[in-house]
């Protein structure tokens, strides 16, 4: 399989080098989708019959019935014309037919064939999966009975829906065909059975069988996981209850939702069947139950139990990481291909085996969504593939993928490091909204460009598994969004979010500084204008030319967003503002700020020095005048020629912005 798309991947890049070659012939140059080589028969009977119809019963799945051609080999490897045998049929709707007795010699060579298909064939091979090989029942009874229905009860969550297709081989790996058996069904609706009536020698082979699935089963159930084992109760009253809904209690956010399966054992690590009790219920709905009252011995044994969830919950509950973005292709071509196996094969050991999801955006950072663009595929298992053919504009846009890994893949970095939690928003309105966009408008520099995960907890400290909320969207990408509208009690819960971020910002952030906090105005006027240029004005030397980010708070503490203030500006490039007219109440509230510097503004002030305080006039007269001019009569050489900055406090000790005086300058 891997091995036809790489064929498919190179000649694409081939097609695309060559504009001018013509489309749809079916030269080998051309040639985009081949199977693998079959050799189904020898030339020891009447002859080689490598039929496309033998061909596709013994090989389901692996021969499209309509091939664009075929091509013929020796199995020494020789060509057809060189061996000259008369070869009776040699083409896509037949295959291949060599008849001993139209050959001089008496015998034709052995040969093997293999056919073109279409592209859709390749990528509609890669995009299914089969399930592992069931092998349920054997016929010392009345037959081997590997029903679906049978299958599907006693292996939940193993078997897709609807099944595309069957596949049956005995339990030695004989094909189905070859025994002789007369089969009674062999579909994907009933699932299989042999009866041992039907057979001449009374007695079936014992199969085992397979089913082939979309996709998207397969990638949803790649990545399953168990919980730990939960012990709640002991038999001493009446009987052993391990039941999810004392065990979800008991242990918030520790089972998933919805649990595929069920899995119990004695305290001593026995099986549930070995002990011989007579179990009440044991099931993923109820959990499970053993009563003494319905014991021989009066009293069941001490059981312990534990749940399989799906992927999702083991992404959440798992350490994970993700792998770098990938961006090996463009659409220049007949699309963007960032298939996982070519995507692994050029990155040798930097994206895993088996990821748990897939993350995409365009090489410019937009989302999936926002494109437009009808996308063939895009999950953990393909990868992603965008095809020209299927744009109404004629073209896909430029993407780029990532894969999130489990967390033993993840190189060693140093300690990541995680973000305060966050609460912008309540419930009070539509929901609980705790958009990444959002929170990084308002806590500026807070937050890591690419978040490697996200934690959700209520304000309260519960799980947000607990809660039974039904979650809009959770993760590291988007942030956090709860609606009223989609929970049964008609509201979510109040939820407060954090980011894990790589090392580079965690070290990054720590190693830069913060400016004191200035509160060069207040609300008294149009509104509060702490501005950045005012600011470098009113305090040189205090400031960093380019800061990484700005805080914003009130001077009583509050944060800006608590206020519930419309402002108009808050960023590190302007600083910010907050205008009277545009408040319902009127007027803003005082606000204070500061700003993030790098690490090289930091370690600046540790070389300069302040000069004493002086307090050459009191506000006897027409106000309190401490004016550089006079202050460097009074005082000469005790200041230097440019200071980069001022402090003022009353000469009780109390800073300038507390007395609320008027300052001029």
């Not at 990528?123 to 090989?133: K, L, M």
């Amino acid at each position: 399989m891997g091995r036809v798309l790489v064929t498919l991947v190179a000649l694409l890049l081939l097609e695309i080098s060559q504009p001018g070659s013509a489309t749809g012939s079916h030269d080998v140059a051309s040639a985009v989708c081949w199977t693998q080589w079959f050799n189904r028969d020898d030339p020891s009977g009447s002859g080689d019959w490598e039929t496309l119809a033998d061909l596709c019963r013994e090989y389901p799945g692996e021969v499209c019935h309509n091939p664009l051609q075929i091509q013929i080999k020796t199995v020494s490897g020789g060509s057809m014309d060189s061996t000259g045998d008369r070869i009776h049929a040699a083409d896509t709707t037949t295959g291949l037919v060599c008849k001993n007795t139209e050959q001089e010699r008496g015998l034709c060579s052995d040969y093997m064939v293999r056919f073109q298909c279409p592209d859709s064939f390749c990528i509609d091979r890669e995009f299914t999966c089969w399930t592992t090989w069931f092998n349920r029942d054997d016929p010392s009874g009345l037959g081997d009975w590997e029903t679906v229905t049978d299958l599907c009860r006693e292996n939940p969550g193993q078997i897709c829906q609807d099944p595309i297709e069957i596949q049956v081989k005995t339990t030695s790996g004989a094909s189905m065909d070859s025994t002789g058996d007369v089969i009674f069904v062999a579909n994907t609706n009933s699932g299989f059975v042999c009866r041992n009536a039907d057979q001449e020698s009374g007695t079936c082979e014992d199969y085992t069988v397979r089913f082939k699935c979309p996709i998207s089963f397969c990638v949803n159930n790649d990545a399953i996981c168990w919980t730990p084992w939960f012990n709640r109760d002991d038999p001493n009253g009446s009987g052993d209850w391990e039941t999810l809904t004392e065990l979800k209690k008991q242990n918030l956010g520790k089972i998933c939702d919805s649990p595929l399966q069920i899995e119990v054992q004695t305290t001593s690590g026995d099986s549930m069947d070995s002990t011989g009790d007579t179990i009440d219920v044991a099931d993923v709905h109820t959990g499970f139950v053993c009563k003494n009252s319905e014991q021989t011995s009066g009293k069941c044994q001490d059981y312990e139990v534990r749940f399989q969830c799906p992927n999702s919950y083991c992404i959440t509950t798992e350490s994970t990481c993700w792998t770098n973005w990938f961006n090996r292709d463009d659409p220049s071509g007949t699309g963007d291909w960032e298939t996982f196996e070519e995507l692994s094969d050029e990155n040798r050991g930097k994206i895993c085996s088996s990821p748990f999801e897939i993350q995409v955006q365009t090489t410019s950072g937009l989302s999936v969504a926002s494109t437009g663009d009808t996308i063939y595929a895009a999950n953990a298992r393909i990868g992603f593939v965008c095809k020209n053919s299927d744009q109404t504009s004629g073209k896909c846009q430029d993407y780029t993928v990532r894969f999130r890994c489990p967390d033993s893949f993840c190189p060693d970095t140093g300690p990541n490091c995680w973000t305060h939690w966050f609460d912008r928003d309540d419930p009070s309105g539509n929901g609980d909204s705790e958009m990444l966009a959002d929170l990084r408008r308002e806590h500026p520099g807070q937050i890591c460009d690419s978040p490697l995960q996200i934690q959700v907890k209520t304000t309260s400290g519960d799980s947000m598994e607990s809660t039974g909320d039904r979650i809009d969207v959770a993760d590291a990408t988007s942030g956090f969004a709860c609606e009223n509208a989609d929970q049964d009690s008609g509201k979510c819960q109040d939820y407060t979010v954090r980011f894990q971020c790589p090392n580079s910002f965690c070290t990054t952030a720590s190693s830069n500084c913060w400016s004191k906090w200035f509160d060069r105005d207040d609300p008294g006027g149009t509104g509060d204008w702490e501005t950045l240029t005012e600011l470098c004005k009113e305090k040189p030397g205090e400031i960093c030319t380019n800061p990484l980010s700005i805080q914003v708070k009130t001077v009583s503490g509050n944060s800006m967003e608590s206020t519930g203030d419309t402002i108009d500006v808050a960023d590190k490039t302007t600083g910010f503002v907050c205008k009277n007219s545009d408040q319902t109440s009127g007027i803003c509230q005082d606000y204070t700020v500061r700003f993030q510097c790098p690490e090289s503004f930091c370690s600046q002030p540790s070389s300069n020095c302040w000069s004493k305080w002086f307090d050459r006039d009191d506000p006897g007269g027409t106000g309190d005048w401490e004016t550089l001019t006079e202050l460097r009569k009074e005082k000469p050489g005790e200041i230097c020629t440019n200071p980069l900055g001022i402090q003022v406090k009353t000469v009780s000790g109390n800073s300038m912005e507390s007395t609320g005086d008027t300052i001029d300058v």
